[in-house]
């Protein structure tokens, strides 16, 4: 990783995130489906050694953390949620790094935002006009997000009212108990009609890991849906009882990686729900380049869904240029 103060560019990072080639998906390959195993203690060993094996200090963590923040979808998903509300959490999406802390940092000049705003479809068109020429895409959590229960045709009409509101990511839950039952035919033509659906829009498919019993079963939907076109695949809706967890992601990851080796497709992943401290969004990061490389590192590959993870970071940015922890509520929203 580049170093916070090493580089001055007036380049924007983040608000260019749908640079790859979307996913167009392929015929559904039941046998590699049926195939897919996980070694659940080397997943366990895997993941419990990250936090002691990779650690990382002062600008070069201060630069992890801002790469961190290019990457979240900075997300209200709240039965009291309000146009105003949303509107503040735009603002925030715009500029998430207070000015004086960037000066400090020496990436005053440097454009910085988040990845997206993520809010349910009845605020996409007051998110969009609140971003206005930012750049930064709406995601519009749909079909009957949490639970995925709504009628299909209602779920894909919420779809295409999301498109012709202006959102450019949609956020898919899929029907869980097609996993459960082991209807792989049924959750691969879920996504795929959900994919015709969304039009240009990238869809990201929230797997809701925490209500799948198995890592096999993660492991099984992850390459269903990505078989059925999905641009992202998300574990959770943050409102699951367990939402993204490091074994998870490890399993989905490689889920992404045998993908690419079998179609040539990079697929994004977003692991979302529960992500609140910076020291955890590290550990998301350290996995990623570990088991993917450096270029899933990126906006256009790597989303953090998140509500409150945002505040976090810029404290933790703050103490690094300051040496002095101010209070949680000097960072309101995020
Ligand atoms: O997709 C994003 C999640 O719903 C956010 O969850 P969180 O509120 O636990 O950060």
Redesign the pocket.
Known sequence: MPRARSSRSSAPLSAGVHNQVRNPGMALDLSWVLDSRVNLSATERRVASLPGRRTVKKDAQAAWLLKAVTCI?L?T?NGDDTTERVKRLCAKAISPVRPEILDALGMGDRIITTGAI?VYHRFVATAVEALGNSGIPVAA?STGFPAGLSPHHLKVKEIEASVADGAREI?IVITREHVLTGNWTALYEEMKEYRTACGDAHVKAILATGDLKTLRNVAKASLVCMMAGADFI?T????EGV?ATLAVTLTMLRAIRAYEERTGIRIGY?P?????AAKDVLNYQFLMKEELGREWLEPDLFRI?????LADIERQLEHHVTGAYSALNRHPIG
């Open positions: 979808d997300t998903l993520c959590v956020d998300k959770s809706t943050g409102k939402n977003k979302a729900g529960g992500i609140s869904g998140a509500s409150s993870l």
